[in-house]
């Protein structure tokens, strides 16, 4: 056993929020090899992270993946049989400042060369089950290694298809490893109680001793098979290929080569073109030719207006609790999206295809044969859907064919079992709800992760986004699932009066509760299961400069930047009597002029600001221009120096017709970042942080193109803004007073910053 820490330097570039180049000082990694002797030149890597978000414990996010991984070193390094290959533990400390340190370690240090695959260990909430939401790239052997291992596996490639696709605004070491290291792994985090999630309520307490022993039999038990296998050394043609995978509501998981499932889906997805010629042939019972065509092509075409219905009713139920100052009332209380959201978009499935029913279909004398239009057109819609997922390799494909192939066989099981469904009602209803049990029960159990999951992350999405829009969005979708074959069933019922009238009475005793009584505000602050409003606030000093160094703008206040929309709304403002008449921050200069931590500006737009005393806090953030001079005929190069407390941002925002071409602080194109629309010039965002304080300032250069002959107005404005998160600078008097003005179920964070702009 080797254990080594690492203290660390570097910079890279990452496309995460709206994108930013990251530098980092003497940050740390805490490393301990294990292998044989002699070692090996493959290695497994294990990875958590030890640090934690300001004011938070980290006991989910990430200790508890720390616990589980030194227990699973301590039984490793007991054992008498020797390991194959080795085994890297790191114990990183600076993911919380955006994945530095695991970066330090793939691209720098020695044991790094020899990693073949890796396990990143993380949480977005606290305890319950570890999911498995991302794998790869490639390298199936891994989540094969994973489903063969985990006595309790849980994950989906649907979780990792919605992962990847950047609506969830966070981000994993699992990037790194992957993107700089270029290696293969495997990522899993715990998902449930989000509310707790970077909160001071991020405690052991939350977390089910259950989870813990879970994770570390799954863990265990997927690295002794990972590490002994002759693919982490030589993975051969296993280095290639994508998988489907998905447990099966916990109790197995089912995986195989993304090839293997294009090749079920153009199968099964021709089994339903031959089923459907052979209706149009005539050989069913029912239509066939020219009308079953038309009746086929009526169906698909009732389905999209029911469709536009149920988003209709449930986005008009959604602007309009927003509008009336009600939003997230399902944020504590999740049941309510059932009662808001989900029963008026079943009723709007039954009202509008009922109306069909009464007035488009009364030529048809036979039901059934409604019945079987409907059906097939729903089959005709996921397989269009299977189809368009496979052209383009969504491994999420998987959820359509599960909605194909039961489908695909009911009216064949009838056919064989000599069934005549308008004669046997019964076996109707058996025989379709046989068709709708794995489906049905594998979309529902993907619906709750996915609740599970977003419910809480759409009270901190920021206030550019109607939550309610984001929570009735989930809805609709599910409704429109769920309901889809549903459809030709009611065009068979006598009446569906009972269903609607029950429908309709779930919503409004739902909205009821909601509009007058305490279940619809969404706010919890019961320590023992806190659901809270976030926001973050600065005690920030600011200060601008001209073109010729002068200070011509001057001021210090308390900045509040919301986290949710209800803060854009004056009704819920004037429930923080602190917050109730704070003007808005104006957006002038750099960024906007102020010090935002992270590059969050196109997320959080609407901030506050309040004037008062100035803070005197040491070191002051300088960046000092040392020199610059002339490349060429129209580059300038501009070198500065850094110096301030732990973490400072630095913008860069060009004027008209100028471009930042080089910088130093690495050889690829400097990244730009994304910003509103209001902000037409690029603008560059900075993120710096050390560990242990550096010996000397941070220097680098800038190098920018800008025509001959421009007017001396400025080619650059450039701002440093300085965090003080150092014990003994975390509080001021201001913000002291600030925060407490707010109620019990409020999370507001709060930390001292400067801002210093310059005209260059």
Known sequence: ???????????????????????????????????????????????????????????????????????????????????????????????????QASHGFITQHRWAKNIRAFINMESAGSGGRELLFQTGPENPWLVEAYAQSALYPYGSVVGQDVFQSGVIPSDTDFRIYRDFGNIPGIDVAYISNGYVYHTLFDLPRFIPSGGIQRAGDNMLATLRTLVSSPYLAHP?????????????????????????????????????????????????????????????????????????????????IALSLTALHTPLSWYTHQWVVVGIYFAPGILAVLLTHGFFKKNFFKKYGNVWQVESLFFDSSLVIWSVLLAVMTYNNIGSACLALFWVIPHLCRDKVASILNINFKDNHNAFIGIHLLSQAFPGLMSLYMVYTICEMFIPVLGRIGTGFMPD?????????????????????????????????????????????????????????NPEGPSLQRSIFHHVNRKFHDISGKVVKEDSGIWHIPFDYTSKQQTWRNKIPKFRDAPKAECQGAYCGWPYYLPMLTLMQETYYI??????LEPKTELILMSRRMVNSYTERMTFTLTGPEHIAIYMQLFEKTALTAWSLHSDVPLASKTPAFLSNDTYFVYYSYGTKPEKPFEFWIEIDAPKGQPNTGKIEIAAAGHYWAEGQRITKELREYKAGFPDWTYPVGWPATYESWIL
Not at 257 to 286: D, Y
């Open 1 to 99: 056993m080797e254990i080594e820490v690492q203290k660390v330097s570097g910079t890279f570039s990452l496309e995460f929020l709206d994108y930013f180049t990251s530098v980092y000082e003497n940050v740390n990694n805490v490393l301990v090899q294990l292998g044989p002797q002699p070692a090996s030149n493959h290695s497994l890597l294990v990875n958590c992270h030890y640090d934690s978000v300001y004011e938070s414990p980290g006991a989910s996010d990430d200790a508890v993946s720390c616990c589980v991984m030194l227990e699973m070193l301590y039984v490793l390094s007991k054992e008498d049989k020797p390991l194959v290959n080795n085994i890297v533990f790191n114990f990183n400390g600076a993911e919380e400042n955006v994945l």
């Open 236 to 316: 051969g043609e296993y280095r290639h290929g994508n998988m489907v995978f998905f447990d099966v509501i916990g109790f197995f998981m089912v995986v195989y080569p993304a090839r293997i499932g294009q090749i079920l889906n153009c199968f099964v997805l021709l089994l339903v073109v031959t089923q459907l010629a052979k209706k149009v042939a005539g050989e069913g019972s029912g239509l066939s030719g020219l009308p079953y065509i038309q009746g086929l092509l009526k169906a698909f075409l009732f389905t999209v207006i029911s469709w536009l219905a149920v988003v209709t009713v449930i986005m008009t």
């Open 469 to 525: 829009v984001g929570a009735g969005g989930i809805a609709a979708v599910a409704v429109i699932v769920f309901m889809l074959y549903q459809n030709g069933v009611i065009y068979v019922m006598k009446t569906t009066r009972k269903t609607t009238s029950l429908l309709l009475l779930v919503f409004l005793v739902t909205l009821s509760l909601v509009l007058f009584t305490p279940v619809g505000f969404p706010y919890n602050g």
């Open 611 to 616: 004037p008062t005393p100035e803070h005197d």
